[in-house]
């Protein structure tokens, strides 16, 4: 069964200010000549956030505690909206249906699911979009854009439905904005309140959930 997992944001509030990114798993071995043997451990990068920072009042650690326990410390996953990397556009611009390339029509295929690319002339990276904004699909073939009623976007899974399977060598390209899966790192939040008052942040680990 998978992990139980809530399909509600991190309040906006307290992940600005925030500070994380991505962590990638490689094993380096340094060879007797000295030359060096790389390789990556892990497929998929991991994204680890730190909430702490963003703490600044009362009011704030009131809500982190409520969302904490709601979800039972790391036994329920939830949303959380990364400010610097939510869109399939670049930064300052809308999504838009051309923004992602999906994958290639077959005639056949109807369902594709959601990635963003990193990257373009080396080692492109495709990274799996699983928590897509309700709401915020844009679907193109062959460049033209689809209207709302051709295509379903399930928000859960980040799976597009095309309700006609594109012509063999159509591309299916999509724009829109998403979420990060996560839980929380710990199964305890020891927070300061004179700490907090003089400016000493509490440490609030966020780990990307990977299935």
Do not use: C
Request: proline letters at 9%; zero cysteines.
């Amino acid at each position: 069964m998978p992990s139980p997992f809530h399909e509600v944001r991190f309040p906006l509030a307290l992940s600005y200010g925030s500070r994380g990114g991505p962590e990638r798993r490689t094993e380096i071995v340094t060879l007797g000549s000295g030359d060096e043997e790389r390789n990556s451990l892990w497929r998929h990068s991991r994204r680890r956030y730190n909430a702490g920072p963003a703490l600044r009042s009362a009011e704030d650690v009131a809500l982190l505690i409520a969302f904490f326990e709601e979800r039972r410390g790391p036994l329920h996953g939830f949303r959380w909206r990364d400010t610097f990397d939510h869109s399939s556009a670049p930064p300052g611009q809308a999504p838009a249906p051309t923004d992602q390339r999906l994958g290639t029509g077959d005639g056949t295929t109807r369902v594709f699911p959601l990635a963003k690319t990193y990257g373009s002339a080396f080692a492109p990276y495709a990274r799996p979009i699983t928590k897509p904004v309700a709401g915020s699909g844009l679907v193109a073939v062959g460049g033209v854009a689809l209207a709302a009623s051709a295509v379903t976007l399930d928000a859960t899974t980040g799976l597009v439905t095309l309700k006609a399977a594109p012509a063999p060598g159509a591309v299916v390209t999509a724009g829109f904005l998403f979420d990060v899966p996560v839980r929380f790192a710990t199964d305890r939040i020891e927070i300061d309140h004179q700490a907090l008052r003089a400016g000493v942040v509490a440490d609030i680990p966020i780990l990307e959930i990977r299935r």
